[in-house]
């Protein structure tokens, strides 16, 4: 998915409706190269329009007024864009429309948007892969009833909690109508599609140290991480991404979640996510540490395993000894509940063998 987008708004006559001499003006609304109109619910003599500017030209008070309301209008819809940017929403001349009018999409459900996909592919997709979607929204409805207790979510709901949850259930669920429960390659398809982050502090007698980690959920590798004195992007997640980007090369769309913390928010660090297209950001809800459980649940095993265990004299004896525990166990040879009780070098070995055999 894009990080940016192109947008451009622009005021044109309607000259298939002139009536009089009059026609009435839309704004034209791009985003990339798809577009939508609104009708500004004005009407102008086509002789007083300069089509290059897209404004009403002459000296006239109700010229005046005309181009004033036309420049209101292009206001509210550059904020109404800015605003999408801004939520992180789908960023589309209909979206922009949308709010515009103040209908709100976060009132519509999952199961609606489902049921509205399914329905409208059809004609487009064979049955075969049509029926891995109704699959898909058969295991979404039973995930809702037995965990949430529910029978819809509203879209707005919809989190990187929700996600790891459903991913969770399809790990542990067994089927009633075949044999085995999915396995990890059909809940997360390959590396590089999920990364989560997230920054814990490590005491030694020497003062605090800030380990920085990114974990693919794909195979629960961490990927990319830093120990740093300070808290600064550069020392932290720049220094992580860095790593992760060198392990394991984005080739293909990345979702990265983290949480809501300044290094992640920073213009610095920012700038380098939107410099790569294929890359889409994810945040936690605010003060929702559960948004990024897989995270949490990471450092817990470190410090019950490592840091708990002693406390570092210095800072160099709790690097190395961090080092030894991500690269040399965790990395290569522990167990993973997530991967079947496989380690992550087995785990790779197993999912490469499954492509060859394909």
Avoid at 260 to 272: E, H, S
């Amino acid at each position: 998915m894009k990080a940016k987008s192109t947008f451009g708004i622009h005021f044109v006559l309607k000259r298939a409706k002139v009536i009089d001499g009059t026609a009435p003006i839309y704004v034209r609304i791009t985003v990339d190269s798809s577009r939508c109109e609104i009708s500004v619910k004005k009407r102008i003599l086509t002789t007083n329009w300069n089509k290059g500017k897209g404004m009403a030209k002459g000296k006239f008070t109700e010229i005046g007024r005309l181009n004033s309301y036309l420049e209101q209008i292009r206001s509210q819809l550059t904020e109404c864009y800015q605003e999408l940017v801004v939520e992180k929403a789908i960023v589309s001349p209909e979206a922009i429309k949308d709010k515009f009018f103040g209908i709100d999409e976060s009132g519509k459900t999952f199961k609606e948007l489902i049921d509205y996909h399914n329905i409208s592919m059809e004609e487009n997709l064979k049955w075969g892969t049509l029926k891995n979607y109704h699959t898909t929204a058969k295991y979404i409805e039973l995930f809702l009833q037995k965990r949430m207790n529910r029978e819809d979510i509203f879209l707005s709901e919809l989190n990187y909690r929700f996600i790891t949850d459903f991913e969770f259930y399809l790990r542990k669920h067994k089927p009633t109508d075949h044999q085995r429960p999915m396995g990890n390659n059909a809940v997360m398809k390959r590396p590089g599609q999920v990364w989560v982050s997230d920054i814990t502090y490590i005491r030694t007698n020497r003062g605090w140290l800030y380990l920085t980690v990114i974990i693919d959920l794909f195979d629960r590798k961490v990927v990319g991480w830093a120990m740093s004195k300070g808290m600064t992007a550069e020392e932290t997640i720049i220094a992580a991404w860095r790593m992760a980007v060198n392990n394991r090369p984005i080739t293909q769309e990345l979702i990265f979640h983290s949480d809501r913390g300044i290094q992640y928010a920073c213009t610095k660090f920012t700038n380098i996510l939107n410099a790569n297209e294929l890359v889409q950001k994810s945040m936690s809800r605010k003060g929702n540490c559960w948004d990024n459980a897989v995270a949490e649940s990471f450092f817990k095993t470190i410090k019950v395993e490592v840091v708990y265990n002693e406390i570092s004299q210095n800072h160099d004896h709790a690097k190395l000894s961090l080092f030894k525990w991500i690269e040399t166990w965790y990395n290569r040879r522990r167990r993973h509940s997530a991967l079947g009780y496989k380690t992550i070098e087995e785990f790779e070995i197993l999912n490469n063998n499954q492509k060859l055999a394909a």
